[in-house]
């Protein structure tokens, strides 16, 4: 499956953003889909993953609340609402797909990669 994230810009902090990841494919169904971000200079960090049935989510404690993951099958779609956005959440954000996956926390986990999309939070 190929993956493009889409959605990132400035925002200011206690603002919204809503990134959108839209994958190729006609099996788009089987797959868990994961968002994960990096901010210069640290290493890639898991923000939120949803499982290929969508019947189970996990969060980063450091999003948890403010950020919600969601699936469109429909539109062979993943989405990341962010919300109340602080300025630590600044990064490069990626989605990743697994496939059959129970929406795993670990990088490695994930063999496809969407290119990244920049989301920047001001004070």
């Known amino acids: 499956v190929q993956l493009q994230a889409s959605g990132g810009g400035l925002v200011q902090a206690g603002g919204s953003l809503r990134l959108s990841c839209a994958a190729s494919g006609r099996t788009f169904s089987r797959y868990a889909l994961g968002w994960f971000r990096q901010a210069p200079g640290k290493e890639r960090e898991f923000v939120a993953a949803?499982?290929?049935?969508?019947?189970?989510?996990s969060y980063a404690d450091s999003v948890k609340g403010r950020f919600t993951i969601s699936r469109d099958n429909a539109r062979n779609t993943v989405y990341l609402q962010m919300n109340s956005l602080k300025p630590e959440d600044t990064a490069v954000y990626y989605c990743a797909a697994d496939l059959l996956g129970g929406g795993s926390r670990l990088v490695g986990d994930y063999r496809s990669w969407g290119q990244g999309t920049q989301v920047t939070v001001s004070s």
């Open positions: 949803i499982s290929w049935t969508g019947g189970s989510t």
